[in-house]
């Protein structure tokens, strides 16, 4: 790993490195684009306001949404797997760095989505099994509550114990400390679902 091989102090620059290029893929507004491909309404104009794709999928428009989901996963995907070959704490860096992009996009004013398919996308990355059980999780969770929000709590809190339960404990922290900032930006949506008036899959808000 590049920290054995040079030393934490020598390999820091690069891991602030990946962090950053990280940063950078992740911070693409990718809901946004697709709104202007498609010739759909500015997502933060309607509904949560955030650019992501279920509130892509607030237009009404499934394939915008399908698309926004694919490349905001993909965001998080691909830094992770271009900086494996620089090692574990690389990757991870590079994984955390596209989830605060996603999150906080400096071109946007830092205001972006609430990033789980980035989420998912960087626990694919870092151990694949892990991530596809993350996904499962997602799926079952919307299967059966029909509420994006839900789904996403549920399948972030499961992905450090799918990474504990596979023993990659290099993951785990990063993984927490990100799935602690999911919860945040749904402080709202957890307050919601407390109250019974959560939007489901699909529906206008």
Excluded at 3 to 30: Q, T
Excluded at 60 to 75: F, P, Q, S
Excluded at 195 to 200: M, N, V
């Amino acid at each position: 790993m590049l920290h054995e091989i040079m030393g934490l102090d020598r390999a820091l620059p690069w891991l602030i490195g990946a962090l950053s290029c990280g940063y950078l893929i992740g911070s693409i507004p990718v809901g946004l684009l697709i709104a202007q491909i498609f010739g759909l309404p500015d997502p933060r104009t309607i509904g949560s306001g955030n650019i992501g794709a279920t509130n892509v999928l607030r237009t009404g428009n499934r394939a915008a949404a399908a698309a926004t989901l694919l490349l905001d996963g993909l965001k998080g995907l691909v830094p992770v797997i271009l900086f494996l070959s620089w090692g574990d704490l690389a990757a991870q860096m590079a994984g955390a760095g596209a989830f605060i992009g996603h999150c906080f996009p400096v071109w946007l004013r830092f205001r972006g989505g609430k990033g789980v398919a980035t989420f998912l996308g960087v626990v694919l990355g870092l151990y694949f099994p892990a991530g596809a059980l993350t996904c499962l999780t997602w799926l079952v969770a919307a299967g059966i509550f029909r509420i994006s929000s839900a789904a996403a709590l549920a399948s972030s809190f499961s992905a450090a114990i799918w990474l504990a339960v596979f023993e990659r404990w290099e993951a785990v922290l990063v993984v927490a400390l990100i799935t602690v900032i999911v919860w945040i930006r749904h402080s709202a949506n957890i307050r919601r679902l407390l109250d019974g008036t959560e939007p489901r899959i699909g529906q206008k808000k």
